[in-house]
């Protein structure tokens, strides 16, 4: 038995449309990261680089 793999060919506005949104997907995850960060530091608070090694 031979396995028949069809594919779905995306028009030219279909690819830019998926471009763009992946774009703002990795752009969003990028920004909640940041924000992630930065909330992190702020509880640690300025003590965080006085700690001992």
Known sequence: MTK???MVQLSD?????Q?????A???SLG?????FYA???VK???GIL????
Not at 50 to 53: F, H, S
């Open 13 to 17: 506005e279909q690819k830019k449309r």
């Open 19 to 23: 471009r763009k949104r992946s774009i």
């Open 39 to 41: 909330i992190t530091l």
């Open 50 to 53: 006085n700690r001992p090694l």
């Open 4 to 6: 028949v793999t069809e």
């Open 31 to 35: 920004v909640l990261v940041a924000i």
């Open 44 to 46: 640690m608070g300025p």
């Open 25 to 27: 997907i990795a752009v």
